[in-house]
């Protein structure tokens, strides 16, 4: 397909949404704000068919076909017309976009074997609004596998139910709440020797939703608290030893934002809750742990409670010194905000629930995995994703040993869940 | 699949040993899955040889100056030239040698890094004010040139620099300011870059067409 540019058109651009402009200020090669969200299918990839699926899914996507551009005073998308070009996987997963890489555009698609990955850019949308982009993606891909197969005819109708909706849903939704920020207090870090450099150690577990769903529903809390929960009992077990800590353990949970504020935005629009433990006894049980976690979640998780996240973020925003600031020096102020509330906090963990396709698919599909970048100053990352009967808990982690994964894993099979363990060999390189 | 009794846990990986404790697995049952990711390599890079010889000469060379400085001492502090020229270098360089960035941003990052380190040679040997008199308003009515024969040479790509070209523009008006400070002295360098400057900005309005009118509302958008 050839796209036949007007010379005297005039490129079409938006504006970043609200939290994207802190993105692109503080990736770089070792913090890339890159994740990744894969499928495995039961066919391997055919890369001629995977590109032809790419370019007929991108130009339905006006969130995702934009290169970014530096203004003066803000960081804006402009639309990107070229080709995004398709290549195979990488060593490393969620590695940084050199700003020219792949004609400008701010995500990638790579296959490995029977895999599809789509690697995001933050700054582009969040899980939700990229999860929508790889089921079009795929769901045209097994189409035109059938088409070539034995001429079974495209489906026409999409899978999503929004292309394309560019609002910022943060300056949508601002009213004037009191604003809350974000806390700054140092929380405890998980220390370690790092991993060759540039190098992220993955480990993969599955587990059957259904075992988990029921051990939760007799517990009466959500699958997300309770992974929650074994989180902050893994990090209080095996690396404050059970003892009091003065600093406390900080799990920070990204919420999807859309379902609080009815938004279809393909934009990012989501928030951070922060959820801890300030361990001052030794003896701690897994319920109590469980119990304070219910507790801020149900104080955390209000629509009044990210009002007041969101008039915080756009509050700066409107103002009109930090607008007229030049660019770099809104820049540093970023920075130095990112840094400060990035101390605070110990591990994210993040869901982004069901990834679900048309009946018609769900034969194709074996698998979905989400893997988040992982930093120097915040070493592990935790991402969970479901399919069908399994969900999959994703630690990438920048540290040579295991304690966390293991102490978590072990944790979810005492409690009756199978668990099963794959892992990108990065551990094993000392071994061989 | 393996097992860990260990960590009571299922292993699909190709490996003897359970990647979360490390401990042998149970022997294997049925065939084996091969591993699911591509060959975990190192970035080679990091480690460029060139850049490390690089790093060493510039030790050596500013270590050198400041003790020669030390032991031939005559009231002059000559070594801080050498040893701020190595930083300016290592600080300035690599942005003007990137293959990815924008040649007029380059072009400005010179000029006004090249401004301030010129005024600062000229405080270290003694304040004569030759920097700001001639130095300043020579090197910003050539970076004005330099944008113009860029712009000439690459005409389609002229809104990608017109943001840069803007602020060199701006930045040509400083020997003026400096001049009605009473800071510079010369008149006809400041009225040399003042005058090429507006030209410059006079020049984009009326030459610059529609793409390049909203390429501006994009990049000042507030």
């Not at chain 1, 109708?157 to 974000?182: A, C, H, M, Q, W």
């Not at chain 1, 988040?372 to 040993?401: H, Y």
């Amino acid at each position: 397909m050839t796209i036949i540019r007007n010379a005297n058109s005039e490129a079409k651009w938006h504006r970043l949404d609200n939290t994207a402009n802190m993105f692109p200020v503080i990736s770089n090669r070792n913090y890339s704000s890159v994740y990744r969200i894969s499928t495995r299918l039961t066919i391997q990839i055919d890369p001629i068919l995977l590109q032809k699926a790419l370019d007929q899914t991108l130009p339905r996507f006006g969130s995702f076909r934009v290169r970014l551009r530096r203004g003066f005073f803000w960081y804006y998308f402009e639309a990107n017309d070229k080709q995004c070009l398709i290549g195979p996987e990488q060593s490393n997963p969620c590695s940084y976009f050199l700003p020219a890489q792949n004609n400008h555009f701010l995500f990638r698609v790579t296959y490995f074997e029977n895999r599809i990955n789509l690697e995001v850019f933050h700054v582009v949308t969040d899980g939700a609004g990229a999860i929508d982009f790889l089921k079009e993606l795929v769901c045209r891909y097994i189409d035109l596998v059938l088409f070539e197969k034995d001429g079974t005819p495209l489906q026409e109708r999409p899978t999503v139910d929004v292309f394309s909706d560019i609002e910022d849903s943060y300056l949508k939704n601002f009213v004037g709440s009191k604003p809350v920020g974000y806390p700054t207090d140092q929380a405890f870090g998980i220390k370690g020797t790092k991993l060759p450099i540039y190098t992220k150690g993955v480990i993969i577990g599955r587990i059957p939703i259904k075992q988990i769903l029921t051990l939760c529903r007799s517990k009466g809390i959500t699958v997300t608290q309770y992974l929650t929960a074994v989180m902050i009992w893994s990090i209080y077990r095996e690396y404050l030893n059970g003892e009091p800590n003065k600093e406390p353990i900080h799990v920070s949970v990204p919420v999807n934002l859309r379902p609080y504020f009815e938004s279809t935005t393909t934009m990012n629009f989501f928030s951070m809750i922060s959820v801890g433990l300030l361990a001052t006894r030794n003896d701690y049980t897994f319920d109590d742990i469980v119990a304070t976690v219910k507790e801020q979640f149900g104080q955390k998780l209000t629509r009044e409670y990210f009002a007041a996240k969101i008039a915080y973020n756009v509050s700066f925003a409107k103002s009109l010194y930090v607008r007229f600031l030049p660019l770099f020096i809104k820049n540093i102020g970023l920075k130095i905000t990112y840094l400060r509330t990035s101390k605070s906090n110990t591990i994210t963990l993040s869901n982004i629930g069901r990834f679900k396709v048309p009946e018609r698919y769900i034969s194709f599909i074996t698998g979905i995995e989400l893997i988040m970048g992982a930093t120097n100053s915040e070493p592990m990352k935790c991402s969970i994703c479901s399919f069908e009967r399994s969900m999959v808990i994703t630690f990438t982690s920048r540290i040579q040993d295991t304690y966390l994964q293991r102490a978590f894993f072990r944790k979810l099979a005492a409690d009756g869940i199978n668990v099963t363990i794959e892992s990108n060999g990065a551990y094993y390189e000392n071994l061989q | 699949m393996r097992t860990c009794s260990k960590c009571n846990v299922k292993v699909k990986d190709p490996s003897l040993v359970c990647p979360l404790c490390k401990g042998v697995l149970s022997s294997p049952v049925g065939e084996e899955t091969p591993l699911a990711f591509p060959p975990v390599g190192i970035d080679i890079k990091k480690f460029h040889l060139l850049k490390r010889v690089f790093i060493f000469l510039s030790i050596i060379a500013s270590v050198g100056s400041v003790a020669a400085n030390y032991l031939v001492y005559d009231g002059f502090l000559w070594s801080i030239l050498t040893v701020s020229g190595i930083i300016y270098l290592w600080i300035v360089i690599p942005y003007t040698v990137a293959n990815h960035i924008n040649i007029v941003s380059k072009i400005l990052v010179q000029a006004f890094c090249g401004s301030l380190f010129v005024v600062l040679i000229d405080f270290i040997i003694g304040y004569r004010g030759w920097s700001v008199d001639y130095v300043i308003p020579s090197i910003f009515s050539a970076s004005d040139i330099a944008v113009i024969v860029v712009i000439l040479i690459n005409r389609m790509d002229w809104r990608n620099y017109l943001l840069y070209q803007f602020v060199i523009g701006l930045l040509g008006f400083a020997p003026l300011v400096l001049y009605l400070l009473h800071i510079a002295k010369n008149p006809v360098f400041v009225i040399i870059s003042t005058s090429v400057s507006a030209l410059c900005l006079i020049g984009t309005a009326v030459f610059g067409d529609k793409t390049v009118k909203s390429e501006f509302k994009r990049r000042l958008h507030f």
